[in-house]
């Protein structure tokens, strides 16, 4: 898949997500995603450097612009921790851990924040507002409860599988409450 293919898809995922999630800025969005699924491999098996910084940056460039952070991500050889900015962190009280992605041990994207990140830490857990997932790698455990599913007009990113959620306020009550 090509630099220019890649993010145009992307940017119409994560646009068709945004269009009905209703963000706002300071909110978070996390990012589940195999870069080997997308160049047609197997999950944790053909990771690509080059499409994980090429997913970053699109989506830093929709989000940032919005002042959405972004959460990304890793993969089980780092419990799924997640990549995020300091500030994020710290305003959130979200409890900063001690590790940093590799290629092989989060994956291509943790890198890939990492790397783009203004100050980049790990955390373990967060509470998200939204959410892409490229390849399935269930992003459900970082998305706030209850979580709605949303179907991209675009449904593979490469050769992986594409799932998106937000969320909306839980319903509560009996048979007088109104919504």
């Keep these: 898949m090509e630099k220019k293919e890649l993010q145009a898809q992307l940017t119409t995922i994560t646009e ?8 706002k800025a300071g909110q978070v969005f996390v ?13 944790g098996k053909n990771s690509s450097q080059k499409v994980g910084q090429w997913v970053i940056e699109t989506l830093k460039g929709i989000l940032d612009s919005k002042g959405i952070f972004l959460a990304v991500q ?11 900015e300091r500030e994020l962190a710290e305003k959130k009280d979200w ?4 590790v940093k992605p590799a290629l092989h041990a989060g994956g291509a994207c943790s890198v890939a924040a990492f790397e783009q990140f203004t100050d980049p830490v790990e955390v373990e857990h967060i509470v998200a507002d939204a959410g892409i997932d490229i390849g399935d790698t269930s992003i459900g455990m970082h998305v706030k409860h209850v979580q709605v599913p949303v179907r991209p007009s675009i449904k593979e990113l490469g050769g992986a599988h594409v799932t998106a959620l937000r969320n909306r306020p839980k319903y509560i009550g009996g048979p007088r409450a109104t919504y």
């Design 16 to 23: 068709d997500l945004l269009s009905v999630a209703n963000l």
């Design 31 to 43: 990012l589940g995603c195999t870069t080997s699924e997308i160049v047609g491999g197997t999950i």
């Design 74 to 84: 890793g993969c089980e050889h780092i419990n799924r921790a997640l990549v995020v």
């Design 95 to 98: 409890e900063i851990v001690n």
